[in-house]
């Protein structure tokens, strides 16, 4: 699909870090299929007074299977050294620092109206992938 020009976008999903282990957190890991490496994992934000902030609902972190491309180190790497130097990561045993970091964007994701006629608003990454998709659509087109 991507040889033929087709995009994939998923949304990161609403679970944090996906933690695996029943009774206590053995390991984090992003959800599937957000941590596969032949898509685009679409994460969230929403404002706080006019500025852009992670949404902290959105799924991601370091996968365990697919290793982090080239094209993720800079970033990866300067957000390992702040969070590290702040003491916000988890423990070097719950998360591959050399995995593919997830989500690859993020779009707006809180508060969608959607329908019409009323109704309460959406939130989640589910929201977000459509609007990030349909902004490659537009671009594309």
């Not at 957190?25 to 006019?50: E, I, M, Q, R």
């Not at 993020?106 to 109206?113: E, G, P, V």
Request: aromatic share 10%; charged share 10%.
């Amino acid at each position: 699909m991507g040889v033929a020009g087709i995009s994939i976008f998923v949304a990161s999903g609403d679970a944090g870090t996906g933690k695996l282990g029943t009774f206590s957190c053995k390991k984090f890991n992003p959800v599937w299929p957000a941590s596969s490496p032949y898509l685009t994992a679409v994460g969230g934000t929403y404002l706080a007074d006019g500025v852009e902030n992670g949404w902290n609902g959105s799924g991601g972190g370091f996968s365990a299977v697919h290793a982090r491309p080239a094209w993720q180190d800079a970033a990866a790497s300067a957000y390992l050294k702040e969070q590290g130097s702040i003491g916000s990561l988890p423990d070097d045993g719950l998360f591959s620092k050399a995995g593919r970091a997830v989500p690859d964007v993020s779009a707006f994701a809180t508060n969608f109206l959607i329908g019409t006629g009323g109704g309460s608003p959406l939130t989640g990454t589910s929201a977000a992938c459509p609007t990030f998709a349909g902004m490659v659509s537009v671009i594309n087109d």
